[in-house]
């Protein structure tokens, strides 16, 4: 079964409305966890690293203001997509990987954003 | 930083053998994963290696040369089902829990009939 567990699996909503993707391990605790951005047929975008009980890491041109990312316990991690505008729109995942580098890391099912 | 090269496209025929390469440059370097997406879906796991050599999981297998900065997929007795994006993805070192992955930009297998 399903290791990481994400949430809203699609969202359809108008410009400047804030969205929330919440991200969970189901089975392990997690103190990192990754979100990444996909715009169609590209790749997987890192966009931060999100870590308990600290600030998130942004990757290099992510808006850190636009997208908000808290990581209140082990195992949740949220992202808030702020005043979201037709751009942000994308396929959102989450990834949470495990302490053994030998473990997959796992991802949540997605939620894809479409910003009308 | 990182980056990896893949081909962007691959055919092939229901039942034939399929191979998909991978390069990768990194300033650091722990373990080569491969991914399977298909559209509309999020990426799911095929295999790993940590160390040099041949990894087999059914019909699937995977090979690591980390002198070359070189890995392939394997993909043999190919199903319709499996016309999907592939990537490969390196996983840059691991501490605590941390451990990212950078994606490469993923080939598309088309598999006919």
């Known amino acids: 079964g399903a290791v990481v567990s994400q949430h809203p699996s699609r969202v359809i909503c108008k410009s400047g409305t804030s969205v929330k993707i919440e991200c969970r391990s189901l089975?392990?605790?997690?103190?990192?966890m990754f979100w990444y951005r996909q715009f169609p047929k590209q790749s997987l975008m890192l966009m931060a690293t999100?870590?308990?009980?600290?600030?998130?890491?942004?990757e290099q041109g992510v808006e850190k203001d636009k997208f908000l990312i808290n990581h209140a316990s082990l195992t949740l991690s949220t992202l808030t997509v702020t005043s979201a505008h037709p751009e942000d729109s994308s396929f959102y995942i989450c990834?949470?990987?495990?302490?053994?580098?030998?473990?997959?890391?796992?991802f949540g099912d997605g939620t894809r954003l479409s910003i009308l | 930083g990182q980056s990896l090269e893949q081909p962007s496209e691959v055919t092939a025929v229901e039942g034939a053998i399929v191979q998909i390469n991978c390069t990768y440059q990194t300033s650091g370097f722990y373990g080569l994963s491969w991914y399977q997406q298909h559209d509309g879906g999020a990426p799911t796991f095929l295999s790993y290696n940590g160390l040099d050599g041949l990894e087999e999981t059914g019909r699937f297998s995977s090979f690591l040369s980390r002198s070359d900065s070189y890995g392939y997929l394997l993909l043999q007795e190919l199903q319709m089902k499996e016309s999907a994006t592939y990537f490969c993805a390196v996983r840059d070192r691991v501490n605590t829990n941390a451990g990212k992955s950078t994606f490469g930009d993923g080939t598309t297998l088309t598999v006919k009939p």
């Open positions: 089975d392990f605790q997690a103190t990192t």
């Open positions: 990834s949470a990987p495990r302490t053994d580098p030998n473990q997959p890391q796992h």
């Open positions: 999100s870590n308990e009980g600290s600030k998130a890491t942004y």
